[in-house]
């Protein structure tokens, strides 16, 4: 499987506020359209608070076209103090288990830190990372990696 990891806020809505950003939801409607066989995996904070099925609703009510392609979330991975680990961590532990031939992983955050500001290299993660800017959300040329 061909999967894009997706965060929401701050790539496909603005955060504070999460309000859609319209280019942000074209580009990735684009890209997946010119994409058929890639999927979407939830890497978001809202997986934490929402459904699969409540992710995939309120996405189409901004004007995504791909909620069929979502395939699932990366796992909740909780430090011993019991903050969240970085989210490269719950990255890395989806692509273990699971059949992944290519990816993509979108964010507007460095995902290789959590929140106690311990870091976490995987080179091959980062190479595939698009990093976004928040205030301007998800443009087609993020692809261009």
Known sequence: MKCIFLDIDGVLVTWP???????AVAAINSWLTQHPDWHVVISSSWRLEHTLQAIGSMLTKIGFQHSERIQGVTPIINKKNGMPAARI???????????ISDFIVIDDQPIWIDMDGDQFMDHIIL???????PHQGLQLVDFDI
Do not use: C, Y
């Open 89 to 99: 961590l719950e990255i890395r532990a989806f692509l273990d288990q699971h059949d």
């Open 127 to 133: 190479n595939r990372l698009v990093e976004v800017n």
């Open 17 to 23: 506020g999460q309000k859609p950003i319209p280019i």
